[in-house]
Each structure stands twice: as C-alpha cells, then as structure tokens.
C-alpha cells in the first residue's frame, strides 16, 4: 500500500507528515516509522507525526522518533504539524491541538508559527548543569567552544551516562552571545545525533538562562544550527509561564513511497 507523505522543516528540523483523520496508518509497525525516516533508505527525517482527528479540539498530535518509537512532545514539530493542519483546511490561523503532554494553543502568520509550550515550574539547578523538562526532558549545560565542539560525543556520554541512564535525556550545550541572545547546539535523544534544532531545547535553554540570572530578559532569541527561534515567557515565584515558542515552519515537499 502506498503512503502519502507531506515534509516539513522547521529551522532544520525536519519531519515526515502523515494525515491519519481516516486511521490508515500502523501505528504499531516501529520498523515502518523508522524506515520512513531513515536518510538512506527512507524518506529522511527526524521524527514522523501523525495527524489525527479529536473530539474537542482541531487536531491531535502524535509523533515518533527517527528510532520508531513514540516519543515526548516535540516542539519543532508542533509548530509543522499546525502549518500542516493549515495546508489541509483544518485550521485556519489559529489551532488548539493535544499532543502527548498536553493541549497546546498555537498561531501562524505565513511561515512564523507560534507555539504555547508547558507551564515550567521545577528546574534543578547543579554545579555545572540545569535540567528541567518543557514537554521533553533536557540538560542544559555551557560550552564556549561550542563550534568545533563534538556533539555527538559528548551529548551521548551524558545522554546514557548517569543520572539519565536508558531513559535518557536531551543535552543542549550553549554558549552566551548577550543579554538576548544565545547559541544552541542539541543532542536530541530517539535521533541519537545532533538536529539542526530543537523546539523543547531552546525552550529550556531560555528558562534555565532565566534561571540561573544569565539573562534578565523574557524575550531570548535562540541561535541553532538551522537559524533562529525565538522564546518568550512569564514568569513569577518561580513558575515559568505564558511560554511561546516562535519561528518559521515550513512546507519542503508532497509525495507517496
């Protein structure tokens, strides 16, 4: 049976879209996700989303790791999946949609899709790290050679390494450019390399910078490998709200396989 796909990107963070209003899709079958974003063999992407039918709001979200496996919300690929909802007149410039850690509200205007992330209110502050989860778990930690610096490596080791262990974690290493700016490189875990971005990464980069007093702004623009994403928030006794996750998603290609 053929597929239809749709490939979208958001500053780098690609994804293979799939409409599964009419339940066409295996969602048990981890091999065919896997193959379908597989660079090689497959489509070529770093994560699959299901598009799918609810109840009570204009879509729901489900979306899998390059690995196969279903996985913790995706930030990037919220933001594609509303752009997506749009190209099929699901929506129109405004959506409420579930994914797996919760109901989201979005916009978009042209390719600028605005995301709300998760209420944050716990994030552990170590000596020479800060972790926190925003819809996906993620340590955050400096590395000021953070341009010749091996990511893959290095994120791995932590990644696997303790306290994370097999669950594991997202590692996203930054360096400060100013008071409003700041330069990401992520390690996503199910991809189990760098991404050329990640939405939950500079999420959490911008409140742990909050944090930790790096940075007095609520506004932070957030440098990746794919471009710029910007974060905005709130903030008051500790709990981080009114979290939007801002840049441009885009439509790359249609196609069956």
């Known amino acids: ?19 599964n209003r009419q339940q066409t899709f295996d969602k048990k079958n981890t091999e065919q996700v896997a193959f379908l974003c597989d660079r090689r063999f497959g489509v070529g992407a770093d994560g699959l989303i299901l598009l799918e039918n609810h109840d009570d709001f ?7 790791n390059a690995d196969g496996n279903e996985s913790s919300m995706c930030g990037n690929g919220g933001r594609c999946l509303v752009a997506f909802a749009k190209q099929l007149g699901v929506i129109k410039d405004k959506a409420v949609f579930e994914a797996i850690d919760g109901l989201h509200h979005a916009t978009i205007d042209g390719d600028i899709v605005k995301l709300q992330m998760l209420d944050v209110d716990t994030i552990e502050k170590h000596e020479n790290h800060v972790f926190l989860d925003t819809g996906s778990p993620h340590h955050v ?24 262990n097999e669950a594991g974690s997202n590692v996203n290493f930054v360096k400060k450019v100013n008071d409003q700016i700041f330069t990401v490189r992520t390690y996503e875990r199910g991809v189990e390399d760098e991404t050329l971005s990640c939405g939950t ?27 710029e994403l910007r974060v905005s928030f709130d903030v008051e006794n500790g709990l981080y709200s009114n979290v939007w996750l801002i840049g441009p998603a885009k439509f790359v290609f249609k196609g069956t396989i």
Not at 1 to 19: P, W
Not at 58 to 64: E, G, L, N
């Open 58 to 64: 204009d879509f729901k979200m489900v979306y899998y």
């Open 141 to 164: 930690q400096f590395e000021n050679q953070i341009e010749a610096f091996d990511i893959k490596t290095e994120g791995s080791k932590i990644r696997y390494g303790s306290p994370y």
């Open 201 to 227: 990464g500079v999420t959490a980069v911008a409140l742990a910078m909050h944090a930790i007093n790096e940075t007095t702004e609520n506004l932070i623009t957030l440098q990746v490998q794919g471009g």
């Open 1 to 19: 049976m053929q597929q239809t796909f749709y490939k979208y990107q958001g500053t780098g963070n690609d994804f293979v879209m799939i409409d």
